[in-house]
């Protein structure tokens, strides 16, 4: 397996693997090269390139939707098509500069947005974005604005779809009682063996037991509304222009589904306010940095301050403290049942995510107050409904 952060090496065998891909789709031209996108934990991404008659070239994303993941990847393609369809209606009434652009589907030969390949799964193909580039780790704090600011657009734009017309393709994903008790369950049962090497962060969690409910009660509650909510939203779903870092388009919408969109919101917090990966292993160096929030609730708020209600922009700063326990119980989990559901690349890989995740909460514990005073701050000079 490709050590992380390496680039899998092009072979030709792996050549010859996205050539037959890339035709199964309407692709004009003749393939040129490709490559493996080493990217996220879930799909098995490729980037193809096409040689049209006139001598220009073309680039495409070719991604295999992973079954074990999404047990119906039919239903994710159909809320794909539905909300790129839906943002590319509203972006053609809507003036430019709402980071608002999605990537376009391409269709296979037979017709369909996608292809099943017996024995391979069921593949997709997308538009590639030249002139465009993500990061992994936030930089500086014009890039974590515009990473809040693409993801507020992204939920401005779908606000007016019915939830109802989205089928939720992973059930309970950010259902945080159930999370915990399954990691509580399988903890009980330790089918690998491994909970002595965990107990710390085992007994960190279940620390936290209280958090987990709190979102949930509140939607119960029908004081936080169910809206469509992209439910990924790390850094890396963000493509920035190259030469001016503003945000362009919000990739990866496998995972969206009727949710709260402090799940979103939190998952910035997450992802966007440490200055390290989420694998890093010297948990000193792990932080969260106010400077790095205060930009993310600058960007999201400037562009979804319009529709989002007041118990919303108040739960924003807990978000992220949540989510964050959230994504170090799942890891927490995989590692206990055996690295089934993450990619993993080295010994006590989801181990060492997970250490990452508590490390942070522990962070963002630690500057909670200050964050929410932030917030009110802001949605008082926006003047939020």
Not at 156 to 164: G, H, K, R, W, Y
Not at 356 to 373: D, F, Y
């Amino acid at each position: 397996m490709t050590p992380p952060h390496q680039k899998p090496p092009v072979t030709p065998e792996l050549l010859t693997r996205i050539a037959s891909i890339g035709d199964l789709f309407a692709i004009e031209g003749e393939f040129v090269t490709g490559k493996e996108i080493p990217s996220g934990h879930i799909n098995t991404t490729y980037k193809a390139v096409y040689r049209k008659a006139d001598g220009t070239e073309d680039a495409y994303i070719l991604q295999r939707i992973n079954d074990y993941v999404f047990k119906d990847p039919r239903a994710v393609m159909r809320n794909v098509e539905k909300v790129t369809r839906h943002i590319n209606w509203k972006v053609l009434r809507r003036v430019k500069g709402s980071a608002g652009q999605t990537l376009n589907l391409y269709p296979a030969r037979g017709g369909r947005n996608y292809i099943e390949i017996p024995g391979d799964g069921l593949w997709r193909c997308y538009n590639y974005l030249e002139g465009t580039h993500t990061y992994d780790v936030v930089e500086n704090t014009r890039q974590a604005y515009q990473a809040g600011f693409a993801f507020g657009s992204f939920q401005d734009l779908i606000s007016d779809m019915n939830p109802e017309d989205i089928v939720e393709t992973i059930p309970n994903f950010h259902h945080t009682r159930q999370r915990f008790n399954r990691l509580m369950e399988v903890a009980a049962q330790d089918p690998e063996g491994r909970l002595d090497s965990c107990r710390e962060e085992f007994e960190f969690i279940k620390a936290r037991e209280a958090d987990v409910d709190r979102l949930l009660d509140l939607q119960a509650q029908g004081i936080l509304p169910t809206r469509i909510t992209h439910n990924d939203t790390k850094i890396n779903n963000v493509m920035l222009d190259e030469e001016s870092d503003n945000a362009v388009c919000v990739i990866d919408l496998d995972t969206v589904m009727p949710g709260l969109v402090l799940y979103d919101f939190g998952d910035m917090v997450r992802t966007v306010t440490p200055p390290t990966e989420e694998d890093e292993q010297d948990l000193s160096k792990i932080r969260m940095r106010m400077s790095m929030f205060q930009s993310i609730v600058d960007g999201y708020l400037d562009a979804a301050h319009k529709f989002l209600m007041p118990a919303e922009i108040d739960q924003l700063a807990f978000s992220g403290k949540l989510i964050t326990l959230e994504v170090g119980i799942r890891f927490l989990t995989d590692y206990l049942e055996g690295d089934k559901y993450f990619k993993t690349s080295m010994p006590k890989h989801n181990l060492i995510r997970c250490r990452t995740q508590l490390k942070l909460v522990e962070c963002i514990e630690s500057e909670l107050s200050a964050m929410e005073q932030y917030v009110q701050r802001v949605a008082r000079r926006l003047k939020c409904k």
